[in-house]
């Protein structure tokens, strides 16, 4: 089993930055991909950004130029810098860690994240 944690979601206005975090721990498979979804009311589930244990990076066009995944591998600890949020920012942020053998894996529990002046 894998239990994510994450935190750092809140209220900003727009334009506003925001650094979202996630750890994992427990049975952790070496080869992974971490990643953040983002859900909306009323839309379907989609992939933020996603950073493989190698450092190889993949991000939705949306947030290109304004978001930035990292990932601390002693820490097992994802990490989401959001700058210039936008109103359509706004949706529960997911983290998820896939192991390599895995299509899904897992997902933490959510934070919110709310783009309004």
């Known amino acids: 089993q894998v239990q994510l944690v994450e935190s750092g979601g809140g209220l900003v206005k727009p334009g506003g930055s925001l650094r979202l975090s996630c750890a994992a721990s427990g049975n952790l498979f070496s080869i992974n991909t971490m990643g953040w979804y983002r859900q909306a009311p009323g839309k379907e589930r989609e992939l933020a950004a996603s950073?493989?244990?190698?450092?190889?990076?993949n991000y939705a066009n949306s947030v290109k130029g304004r978001f930035t995944i990292s990932r601390d591998n002693a820490k097992n600890t994802v990490y989401l810098q959001m700058n210039s949020l936008k109103p359509e920012d706004a949706a529960v942020y997911y983290c998820n860690f896939r192991p390599a053998w895995a299509e899904v894996g897992y997902w933490g529990q959510g934070t919110q994240v709310t783009v309004s002046s």
């Open positions: 950073i493989s244990s190698t450092g190889s990076t």
